[in-house]
């Protein structure tokens, strides 16, 4: 008897493992996840796009007559001073070429470009004027819009006329830049000219030959006419530009990234073959926007802004013109921002949704959100610092499903 109750208890021993067993293997695991934390932090909101570099201002050395040119020195790189490097030895078809009114013509070509720029410096002055009186207005449409006296459509119009006087401005400078360029480029052609035309005679040059001296002080960007050979007059044959002090950045940007940017906002320049990122700022963002194709054959709308740098010339040492680089155009920052990371958000509807793990479970919330940067994400409401959220949520998560932090390496 006592026999048959130790087997019957043992049994139900047996049993009651066997089931719990069951029971514990077939429970539903905690499902592993990445997580991450809602913190205060420093955060960047940037326009991430290539761009190359230029020198603002190229000087194009032509020949001042028709003649035969001597095989050119210099090379790429060089540094040259202006009116004491030679860069090119000229003999001329006929010497009688460089006569006086060849030279009247290059003083009279100096005279056109200072009045262009003349002309430029007072529609920049007008277009200065319309801002202030522009602004004036918004100021005064603000005031009346408080009182109820005007509508909001009037508000809007005078918003936009100072926004177009602003643009005016922007254009009447870059404008100003180009007959600046354009007026050193004929000084310098007319000091080329005296130089060349003053020893052309000299005891130590062969007869009737001419020098032609460097017009700026800079480098040799690149020689165009290398060899000796016959060249008629205003034919190039070399470029020269200070790297130094001239040296900037051609941003393309589409163009609705364009309009986010304005002039003095920060720009780090990375990838450009040194060690450590440079300092730049937006000089301006051209109004004159152009169609390019990119290399899916997508057609796109692209606008030119134009980076100049911050950083002492030692510290972007390599850098020429046409080089590649790559910028961030700081848009927005904020020092002491709660954010989360962007990849914790998922779509729900029309909203932004996170999964708050708590107590061992994921739970489904709403939030509202701000700026995004692909990394971070700034958060307006329904979250707070310290909590945790999954990262990556799969489809098969669902609200209040248990899970538990994945394991690192």
Partial sequence: MALKRSRYVLTLIVVVLVVTGLFIAFQPQPMMV????????????????????????TYVVSTPFA????RVDVEPGDHVTVGESIVA???????????????????AAVSAAEASLRAAQAELNKAIADKELASSEVDRARQLKSRDAI???????AVRAERAADATVQTAEATIDIREA??????????SFNQQTLPTYSSELAEGEALVYAPISGQVLRVLQ????????????LEIGNIENDLEIVVELLSSDAVQVTRGQRVVVEDWGGINPLKGVVKHVEPWGFTKYSALGVEEQRVNAIVRFTDPFLKQTGLGHG????????VWEDDNALTVPSSALFRDGASWAVFVVKDGFATQRKVEIGRNNGVQAQVLQG???????????????????????RPTD
């Fill in 34 to 57: 990445d997580t991450g934390v809602v913190s205060y932090s420093p955060m960047v909101d940037t326009i991430d796009e290539e761009g190359r570099t230029r020198v603002h201002n």
């Fill in 67 to 70: 003649g035969r040119m001597l």
């Fill in 89 to 107: 030895h000229m003999m001329p078809s006929n010497p009688d070429a460089l006569d006086s009114r060849s030279r009247e013509q290059a003083r």
């Fill in 151 to 157: 509508t909001q459509t009037e508000l809007d119009q």
């Fill in 182 to 191: 354009e007026l050193a480029n004929e000084r310098a052609r007319l000091i």
């Fill in 226 to 237: 290398r060899s000796e050979t016959t060249l008629s007059v205003g034919t190039p044959i």
């Fill in 323 to 330: 080089f590649r680089v790559e910028t961030r155009i700081v």
């Fill in 383 to 405: 979250l707070e610092d310290g909590e945790r959220v999954v990262l990556y949520p799969s489809s098969g998560l669902v609200n209040q499903t248990a899970v538990t932090q």
